[in-house]
């Protein structure tokens, strides 16, 4: 089969991050930081009152892979909070939130060589579960806005992978049929799943000693233990 387009997953395939929400050490410097702002909380009561927002959005939506909105939450919670100030400045307040979250964030050292190979060859596109005031500017960090062509990030929509739904407004967008789409993650559920029920092939990223958090009983058309082996397995494709 030739394809015409590759689409990947982002976090945990193309870039390295990890995240902590509930460190203690964010949730006083968030405290300390919105006092600026006028918002007086005290750390626990920041965190606690986060996650249950966060709880309550997924619980109130009907849909069956929910997906949160976080700058829809942190607007209602400093709204909750007393906060007066102006709407636009949530955004950076969010971000200053996903900053100090952050104890690892880089591109792994297969990604660019990658993405330089196939760029010439292939439409390239993203399908993540994000929040897009996060994925663009992260994508500008590490220089790699410029290979993609379509970012489809489930913020926008509000839910998210597995769901087929994803995959498809990448295909419609994209103009490509799903037999000439491959869909590459780390996620036997949420990449493979999602990618297979969309009717794409769908290849596994299984790096040596990274083992996945959740599961699928659905078999990827092919299993890769790096990027580099991309290109090849597309040629082999062809």
Not at 3 to 30: K, P
Not at 102 to 116: K, Q, Y
Not at 170 to 183: D, H, K
Request: aromatic share 10%; charged share 25%.
């Amino acid at each position: 089969m030739h394809y015409e387009a590759v689409i990947f997953d982002l976090y945990g395939t193309l870039i390295d991050i990890h995240t902590d929400e509930r460190r203690t050490s964010l949730w006083r410097r968030m405290a300390r930081f919105l006092r600026y702002q006028g918002v007086y909380a005290e750390a626990e009561q920041l965190r606690e009152l986060f996650f249950a927002a966060v709880r309550y959005s997924q619980r109130s939506s009907p849909e069956p892979f929910p997906e949160v909105n976080l700058l829809a939450v942190w607007r209602a919670l400093l709204s909750e909070l007393g906060y007066r100030g102006a709407d636009a400045q949530v955004v950076p307040m969010v971000q200053l939130f996903r900053a100090l979250s952050m104890r690892r964030f880089s591109l792994f050292a297969d990604t660019r060589p990658c993405l330089e190979t196939l760029r010439p060859h292939y439409t390239l596109g993203v399908v993540s579960d994000a929040q897009r005031l996060f994925l663009e500017p992260e994508m500008a960090m590490l220089g790699l806005a410029h290979y993609f062509d379509t970012l489809v990030v489930s913020s926008d929509f509000g839910y998210r992978k597995p769901d087929a739904r994803l995959f498809g407004h990448m295909l419609e967008t994209l103009s490509v049929p799903p037999a000439r789409a491959l869909y590459v993650g780390d996620n036997p559920l949420r990449d493979i799943s999602g990618a297979r029920n969309a009717g794409m092939a769908a290849v596994l990223l299984q790096r040596p000693g990274v083992f996945p958090y959740e599961l699928s009983e659905t078999t990827p058309d092919a299993t890769i233990a790096s990027l580099r082996e991309l290109p090849g397995l597309l040629a082999e494709l062809r």
